[in-house]
């Protein structure tokens, strides 16, 4: 898949979340790249010999107060090459996106790593 396309279908997965979150979501970009760097795989806590879908990188709006004005954006970050190579075909490719940009919003609305599994046990 190209950059191009695959940058539409994280968009169009994003545009699916309902609105009642999305328009919560504030200073927040939403970016592709072609695979993880030493330090986000660090920031992950990616263990050795494996990858990462996404990540999320910010403040969650949980922890977050009136004082915290002017301040750069969150950024989610979601990894082309892993999904691609993960994916078993086009339709396991669209869902594993799905999975991610929620799990990375997930974060930033203040959730945990073991809450964020056991919302996506729930969704399924």
């Not at 949980?62 to 892993?82: E, L, N």
């Not at 799990?103 to 964020?116: S, T």
Request: charged fraction near 30%.
């Amino acid at each position: 898949m190209s950059p191009d396309e695959f940058d539409r279908l994280v968009t169009a997965t994003f545009a699916r979340i309902p609105a009642r979150f999305r328009k919560r979501m504030k200073n927040i970009a939403l970016v592709v790249e072609a695979e993880p760097s030493p330090r986000q795989l660090a920031r992950g806590r990616v263990s050795r010999g494996s990858t990462l879908l996404g990540l999320y990188e910010g403040r969650p709006l949980t922890a977050r107060s009136v004082f915290d004005s002017f301040t750069m954006p969150d950024r989610i970050t979601i990894f082309q090459g892993p999904h691609e190579r993960l994916a078993r075909g086009p339709e396991h490719l669209a869902r594993m996106v799905e999975d991610t940009v929620w799990h990375e919003v997930a974060h930033y609305f203040g959730m945990d790593e073991p809450r964020v599994r056991a919302a996506e046990r729930r969704r399924r």
